[in-house]
């Protein structure tokens, strides 16, 4: 079965440290794709990354970076100096590609809420 | 933002009624995705159309009913409304080609049923 779990309900830091989003995910397929959105209190789901299953390699994009372990099941996101405006509900979600690509439905965890206090 | 409109942005009914959530995805994109996210069963799939035919099904009720119209907006029709169909409903969209799997999502409409 397909599975996402973010076993961090809610994380507090103090502006400028770097935070860590843990993200595990269960899959039997070999071909799938990994995200991460981000909530901010206004509500809407921002897209942040995506990552196919077939691409290891580690990425960095400003402030923020993305590890990703098949050997652990891992996709991990983090902040490196946190500001306040980093301070959301952040999703890491899972699809897995079906009838030839035709649907790619995510499956979400339970989201990580991070708090940046100033 | 993403492209995605969905309106309208919030809804006040009572248990009983029927409404009608709308969706116009991004330009170009033939894909159309219905998600629910609640305090208690988080962000569930609902279900998605693909150029006007319905694709893949999640936890939709039967109580609820989407479609895809040819100009491509989609509309979630929720009828019989309980309580605990007080939710944020989101619509996202996704492109064609290399990044399909990649889905683009609307505000949400915040639905509050009374």
């Known amino acids: 079965a397909q599975k996402v779990t973010q076993a961090q309900t809610e994380i507090s830091v103090v502006e400028k440290e770097d935070v860590t989003l843990d993200c595990v995910y269960e899959?039997?397929?070999?071909?799938?794709?990994l995200f991460w959105y981000k909530q901010p209190p206004s509500g809407e789901l921002v897209f942040l990354i995506r990552r196919n299953s077939f691409d290891e390699q580690n990425e960095i994009s400003g402030r923020y970076s993305w590890n990703f372990q098949k050997s652990t099941s891992s996709f991990n996101f983090t902040i490196t100096a946190s500001q306040v405006v980093d301070s959301a509900v952040y999703f890491c979600?899972?699809?897995?590609?079906?009838?030839?690509?035709?649907?790619?439905?995510?499956?979400f965890g339970t989201g990580t809420l991070l708090a940046v206090q100033p | 933002d993403s492209g995605v409109t969905q309106t309208p942005k919030h809804l006040i009914t009572a248990t009983g009624q029927r409404v009608t959530l709308r969706c116009s995805p991004r330009?170009?994109?033939?894909?159309v995705y219905w998600y629910q996210q609640s305090l208690d069963q988080g962000l569930q799939f609902l279900i998605q159309?693909?150029?006007?035919?319905?694709?893949a099904k999640g936890n939709i009720l039967e109580r609820f009913s989407a479609q895809q119209f040819p100009d491509l907006h989609s509309e979630l029709n929720l009828s019989s409304l309980e309580l605990g169909d007080s939710a944020l409903y989101f619509c996202?969209?996704?492109?064609?080609?290399?990044?399909?799997?990649?889905?683009?999502f609307g505000p949400g409409t915040r639905l509050l049923v009374l």
């Open positions: 979600a899972l699809s897995e590609p079906r009838y030839g690509g035709a649907t790619n439905k995510l499956i």
């Open positions: 159309y693909y150029n006007g035919e319905e694709r």
């Open positions: 330009s170009g994109d033939l894909s």
């Open positions: 899959t039997r397929d070999t071909t799938y794709y």
């Open positions: 996202a969209s996704s492109p064609q080609g290399r990044y399909q799997e990649t889905q683009y």
